[in-house]
Nanobody, 128 residues
Framework: EVQLVESGGGAVQAGGSLRLSCAAS????????IGWSRQAPGKEREGVSC????????YYADSVKGRFTISSDNAKNTVYLQMNSLKPEDTAVYYC?????????????????????WGKGTLVTVSS
């Protein structure tokens, strides 16, 4: 059974930091791109940041580049998202997601966030 279990959400003031964790089980970690999508109230879900288990290639949405950092511990099948300089517009439910990545004709992995599997989500609230 595939499981993606998130932790680390909470409330913080603008400019603060949080670290999210996602513990994955039930599939081969190296075969997937794993990371985070989010959904804010009244908005569509968007991919935030993902990392390829095979080689550590990363994807970041433009809105979080320079502020968020994704990393993984393959031995623990766990992905982390360090979120710094948080803004009120980062307020959302953050879902851990996993998907088999696409590859270019030259063999490069595309770590863009997919949605084969989803966690239950963790709420991040950033106040101004």
């Amino acid at each position: 059974e595939v499981q993606l279990v998130e932790s680390g959400g909470g409330a913080v003031q603008a400019g603060g930091s949080l670290r999210l964790s996602c513990a994955a089980s039930g599939f081969t970690f190296d075969d997937y791109a794993i990371g985070w999508s989010r959904q804010a109230p009244g908005k569509e879900r968007e991919g935030v940041s993902c990392i390829a288990g095979s080689d550590g290639s990363t994807y970041y949405a433009d809105s979080v580049k320079g502020r968020f950092t994704i990393s993984s511990d393959n031995a623990k099948n766990t992905v982390y998202l360090q979120m710094n300089s948080l803004k009120p517009e980062d307020t959302a439910v953050y879902y851990c997601v996993a998907a088999r990545p696409a590859y270019s004709s030259s063999g490069e992995v595309n770590a863009a966030c997919g949605g084969d599997y989803w966690g239950k989500g963790t709420l991040v609230t950033v106040s101004s």
